[in-house]
């Protein structure tokens, strides 16, 4: 199995930074790609950005492309999403999942494993 924590949210003002980081742990050798979800109350999960463990490929949403990036570190088992000049409408709970889809996936269907979440609230 695979235990995934995300850490990182917190509150900010509109314009400000933030840096989420998501740990794995257990088997993740047979892991392909992990991606960044977001859900807000009472809206859909929408996807953020994913990336590809072994040759770093990454995908972000077209609305959300210049203001995030997705990165990794294979060596501490862990993603981060940087978000900048971040707005209100990105105030939502993020979410870390992990893929063992050898493409770098859009849908929460081709994720298997999920982290708690954590809270990005950001203020005008």
């Known amino acids: 199995q695979v235990q995934l924590v995300e850490s990182g949210g917190g509150l900010v003002q509109a314009g400000g930074s933030l840096r989420l980081s998501c740990a794995a742990s257990?088997?993740?050798?047979?892991?392909?790609?992990m991606g960044w979800f977001r859900q807000a109350p009472g809206k859909e999960r929408e996807f953020v950005a994913a990336?590809?463990?072994?040759?770093?490929?990454?995908l972000v949403a077209d609305s959300l492309k210049g203001r995030f990036t997705i990165s990794r570190d294979n060596a501490k088992n862990t993603v981060y999403l940087q978000m900048n000049r971040l707005k209100p409408e990105d105030t939502a709970v993020y979410y870390c999942?992990?893929?063992?889809?050898?493409?770098?996936?859009?849908?929460?269907?081709?994720?298997?494993?999920w982290g708690q979440g954590t809270q990005v609230t950001v203020s005008s």
């Open positions: 999942a992990r893929s063992q889809v050898v493409a770098v996936p859009t849908t929460p269907f081709a994720y298997d494993s």
């Open positions: 257990g088997r993740t050798f047979s892991s392909y790609a």
């Open positions: 990336i590809r463990w072994s040759g770093g490929e990454t």
